[in-house]
């Protein structure tokens, strides 16, 4: 089907099973997502603007157009460029989401002095090619020039879709700076591809934007050529940028996580815009098997600090999570494509998931602090960030207000503004919710139809959703809820006053529907344990708790009486409670005997002594943990049972 | 007590319990290592030869002589040096182990080429200080300057000690080096450090050879200059080179672990020579913290394959072990200095319990490939070594020929040169036995008196260790024997036809002994399970097999109907058996569920469903694993309780 190409979305595909419904058409009006936004747009935005001035990573482009020593002077990693775009992009769906119009100077003020470091062929970026610089495109692994040109295709894209026809000037850099890709990457030029991938959803998504089928013609190409040795080798492996086996014909996600999951987007993007359903299916493959064997109970992806990258199957240590914010986005933009495309309610159920467990854990609850990497387990409160300095990247139990790497908070900011697009879509039958928000979603329809719903919940603190219809049609149109697979067999769904299970997947009603018609979604919203799969062995023996889609942990805050998180085991042989607001577990503590070597012959020797029994141990949304001062945490709690049989 | 001055062994501190003994003094005829000295003398020496020729880094020196253009020639990595100098040292050991002519003409040469590079001042670098490279010491984090000719000192002092008065000019070149350290980094020299220490030991080893004080003053200076700093901030933090902590305010080894080693072995060797009470208790804190808590059952050290770097305590996953081969043989020299200095036989259980499973794991069978890090699970094959090229330090199931950095094949040859060394001792009441092989020790005192012992045994095949008294003496003196702490409540001694039991420690039998005399140490060589510290999350609901010092793996080649050793589950409700020579378990084989989440809710879901009962599995000695082709294989292994109830 043919997209809506004015939607206020990220992805406007050209065809494929749902289209997509922008910021214009839906509405978050509160609750948990709506506080967030919020956050992000009162707090975050200026805190990621100052510490962007402070770094020196704006001044780069005015030292860059002429205003100082650039090759002596600039400031920041090779990627820094892209921060100061992504920026740009987060303000851009912030202006189109709430229409703040303070935030409009700022943009321009910002757009217009990275569009006087553009050079005259279109050639875009502050670390290359001017005196005493490297030259252009003289290091590709590393160089991330294309990758940098990608985030300012994206908030180009998203200003065009915002501000259409805005006189800023940033879609005209955008097209400058795209045309020197492709005349320097096409089919005649230079035959390499990015050590970041990032440019490939980017040039289609300008692509569908201008309508020009050069860029799409570009992404393809540099699809297709990785994953032939093109890039160098590296220490961690040329897997670590996808370049070790062709995109069609690679079975799993592997490498750098957040390259990996870039590339597959772009991939699916140029899939659909080509029909090419053999390069489609090999995404859907790599997807199923990195959600099935590579990822978090949080929806978390990446085991290895070393490389940030995926590890092997079932290699996913709790303490040593890496689980980047911005892997967690990019798996957010890869599974929205697929789901677009396939409609299969799988990829909203992952969505839903890191979008409650990785992307909202990272910002602190104050907007001014940020996690890069999202460990599900910590012994040890670590060496605090410094609040006047940029951090290490996975270095503390507390977020840190800035990274020497700073991608996370950035991306955190662009995802946050533009949210709202992934609520809901629309196909020929109707509308589809896929997140559920108190809100409104409004869609006229090609044929002049209007579609409308408001959304009343208080999930996931409750699991009632309500969906009540707004305009009066005389056609039948069908309206489809998805029911996450957590749900497992306790969803039910209320219609005409008429209760029903409903299995997890898609629940879909279609009829005329009137003015004040409803139905009531009903989601079982008991915290429950969770068991791994065997296979995991790094948490063998223990559980995790969750509660709807949001998992919990136990923060050493709430267990003032006890020396760490580590010392206790929880009692699986009572569920948990829900008290007070507060979900709790029954916990024993354990008294670990000392010896001078750990290993012991006696299994008596091994087997901790019982401690105190603790009748309702408090957790804390894993998303909220690290707000109230350092802390231990862990997601996955060694049962009780290992204290009676310790093998 | 004062040293053996004359003794051929790389460590002769001046005062401490225990005495140590040269390669003079004591034999090994046969067994486990002397089957690994002989391959190591006639197979790895060569291959190591050759590469560093094939690699270019004697080359470099050459080159630094005046031979060709070394900036823009030279091979390697910063401390490529440091790989010759090991080199040197290695084939010194064994040529006053073996007295191998054939070797001596060899080392000459290379010594001579290494000669020619020196610079009039002393200074001997390859890397800087000429035209067209970096100056000299400007960078001390990175550079490995000061480390390399720790290495040298280290080769000189082996060559001094086995082949006193030499005329090759070895020493001489040492103390050149050594001396433009010391006029360079002295007291009112550069306020510096290595980023890489091992120059510490080296200087102190010197001074006992040249009995020159200037050395050891130099080796005190920069174990007090470290760990305030003086390093700039890494990504890693300063805790990667130990200067974040004074040595003496220390706890714990931290950071990476060959640099924690060596830094804490030469802060014994300075704390041993000056009487620093303080700094050698600090050190002793720091050892029994790290072995009690940030140590693999292998004797391995280092969590992380990040920074190589230890992790923290109870971080020890089996899949991400790094246990690289050098921080084993880092790990052997701190022990072996702190049991010199203090006679506690729990250091000498962690050099047994390190030489068995890490130093001996590290070479192949055939002597001419080598582990770099010693991984305790692995669940896939990995990406496997090219025969003819050097390999990346922890990619695969097989070891690699060579490495881009090589640092374990240059440790492992001069270890097992050198580990005739390690065996035995000697203080002013006789002689103590720490290693069991067959063998002889032969110990002149200063007093005249000589006492002597033959070892029969054929240990750790078998536990019977019976020592001969060879020597005559109407002088009462009192054999010591280790009782391995492994050996828990099942060792016997028989002296005099009459068994008793022993517990582990020490046990001296004294009296006036005749030749022919025997004291018949029994070690009980049942095969084990052992029990993991509830604190080491990672390996929670398994067991590791161990018979005597020796670590077991399960090895899919030993399980061909197997798919994977990640199938398997231990049944330890009947004990490991030993049948015709190999050690096997009962395991029962079990099918997990596939998912397509892997965390479930049902925990009946999580269970994995049983299989085939398999009586008598086979284990391998883990140091001998991947011997046999491509493999998976872990030490931990899950125990059938799991199947039976997950959590």
Not at 108 to 132: S, W
Not at 174 to 194: E, H
Not at 445 to 465: K, N
Not at 520 to 545: E, K, N, S
């Amino acid at each position: 089907m043919k997209a809506t190409a004015s939607a206020a979305a990220p992805v406007l595909p050209a065809r494929g099973r749902l289209r997509p419904l922008g910021l214009g058409d839906v509405r978050i009006t509160g609750g948990f997502w709506a506080e967030r936004q919020s956050v992000n747009a009162e707090a975050s935005l200026a805190h990621i603007e100052h510490w962007l001035e402070r770094e020196g990573w704006i001044r780069n482009f005015d030292l860059a157009a002429g205003g100082g020593d650039l090759a002596a002077d600039r400031r920041g990693r090779e990627f820094s460029d892209s921060e100061v775009y992504k920026y740009l992009e987060a303000v851009a769906w912030e202006i189109g989401r709430s229409g703040d119009e303070r935030l409009e100077s700022r943009f321009r003020a910002i757009v217009a002095r990275v569009g006087a470091a553009q050079e005259a062929d279109g050639y875009l970026n502050t670390k290359f090619g001017r005196a005493g610089q490297a030259a252009r495109w003289t290091d590709l692994e590393w160089g991330h020039e294309i990758y940098c040109v990608g985030h300012l295709l994206h908030a180009a894209v998203a200003r065009a879709r915002t501000r259409p026809g805005a006189d800023d000037g940033l879609l005209e850099i955008a097209r400058r700076a795209a045309d020197n890709i492709c005349d320097t990457f096409g089919p005649d030029g230079i035959d390499g591809v990015c050590g970041h991938p990032g440019i490939e959803t980017a040039l289609v998504e300008l692509g569908r934007v201008t309508e020009d089928d050069r860029y799409l013609a570009q992404a393809a190409l540099f699809v297709d050529r990785r994953g032939h040795g093109r890039l160098s080798d590296v220490e961690y492996g040329r897997e670590y940028f996808q370049d070790e086996t062709p995109v069609r014909e690679a079975t799993v996600l592997r490498g750098h996580a957040v390259r990996a999951n870039y590339l597959a987007a772009g991939a699916v993007d140029v899939a659909v815009e080509l029909k090419d359903a053999s390069l489609l299916d090999a995404v859907r493959t790599q997807w199923t098997n990195a959600v099935t064997r590579r990822t978090y109970v949080t929806g978390g992806q990446g085991s290895r600090h070393q490389d940030e990258a995926f590890g092997g199957d079932w290699m996913l240590p709790p303490d040593r999570a890496y689980s980047e914010t911005c892997a967690g986005i990019g798996s957010v933009m890869l599974a929205w494509r697929l789901l677009l495309a396939d409609g299969d309610p799988r990829y909203a159920d992952l969505i839903e998931r890191t979008l409650f467990n990785v992307v909202s854990t990272s910002p602190a609850a104050d907007g001014r602090s940020f996690f890069y990497a999202n460990t599900l387990h910590r012994r040890e409160l670590g060496t605090l960030p410094d609040a006047d300095r940029p951090s290490l990247r996975a270095a503390a139990s507390l977020r840190a207000p800035w990274f020497e790497v700073s991608c996370c908070p950035t991306n955190v900011a662009r995802t946050l503004a533009s949210l709202t697009a992934y609520v809901a879509t629309a196909d020929d039958e109707g509308l589809q919710l896929h997140q559920y928000v108190p809100g409104a979603v409004r869609h006229r329809r090609a044929d002049g139809r209007e579609l409308c719903v408001t959304i009343e919940t208080d999930y996931p603190r409750d699991g009632e959703i309500r969906v009540r219809v707004d305009s009066d049609d005389d056609q039948p149109w069908a309206l489809s809820l998805r029911v996450p697979g957590w749900a497992g067999k306790g969803a039910t769904i209320i219609v005409d006053g008429q209760t029903r299970p409903v299995a997890p997947g898609v629940v879909t009603e279609r009829r005329t529907w009137r003015r004040g018609d409803e139905v009531v979604l009903c989601l079982p919203m008991a915290p429950r344990f969770t068991y791994p799969d065997p296979r995991i062995d790094a948490v063998r023996g223990c559980v995790a708790v969750e509660r709807g889609p949001v998992v919990f942990a136990l923060e050493s805050v709430d267990v003032p009486g006890v020396g760490t998180v580590d010392e206790l085991r929880v009692d699986t042989s009572e569920p948990p409670r829900l008290a007070d607001g507060r979900v709790t577990v029954r916990c024993h503590q354990v008294r670990p005997h000392d010896h001078t070597w750990p290993y012991r012959t006696d299994p008596a020797e091994a087997r901790p002594a019982a401690g105190a029994e603790l009748d309702a141990v408090p957790l804390v949304e894993y998303h909220a943990w690290a707000n109230r001062g350092p802390s231990t945490m862990r997601v996955w709690i060694p049962t009780t049972h290992e204290a009676r049989h310790p093998c």
